[in-house]
């Protein structure tokens, strides 16, 4: 769990968690926050945020996508930000350490699609950032078989 604390607890703040989804490929980003707003539906859903790709439309990650995408779906209730591969992941981190990102903007270790999944469903539900972050990780020990 990586994320820039404030003084109060991330999921306290007046909206719900955001969620945004960085990936490689702004398809698979987009994709993947179609379906996961969609399983989420039934009532309010979470602001969800893709942020896949490069500026120039081409596989890898940008910076500058991912604080929009943030920016975007901050509510003040913290954001929870999911990663599909290795530089998805330096690139949060750095924006992290830099605080680029709001404070409660957590890297969340869970896997991609059903992490994202979870952590949609459990913030539509009002769950707080560190709820959000848990359901997410035990997306981990779904079992297929």
């Known amino acids: 769990m990586t994320g820039a604390e404030g003084g109060t607890e991330p999921g306290s703040g007046p909206g ?3 969620v945004v989804l960085v990936s490689h490929s702004a398809a698979v980003a987009e994709s993947v926050a179609d379906l996961a707003r969609g399983l989420a539906a039934g009532g309010p859903v979470a ?5 896949g790709g490069t ?5 890898g990650t940008s910076a500058e996508r991912i604080v929009a995408a943030v920016r975007e779906v901050d509510r003040g209730a913290g954001v929870a930000l999911l990663v599909d591969l290795g530089s998805a992941v330096l690139t949060v981190k750095a924006l992290l350490d830099e605080d680029e990102l709001p404070t409660g903007s957590r890297l ?4 991609f699609v059903e992490g994202a999944v979870a952590a949609v469903v459990a913030a539509s ?5 560190t709820a959000v972050e848990t359901a ?7 079992r297929k078989t």
């Open 108 to 111: 969340v270790d869970a896997p």
């Open 16 to 18: 719900p968690v955001g």
């Open 125 to 129: 539900a009002g769950a707080p950032l």
């Open 47 to 51: 602001p969800v945020a893709a942020a």
């Open 136 to 142: 997410a990780a035990e997306a981990y020990s779904y």
């Open 55 to 59: 500026a120039d439309g081409g596989l």
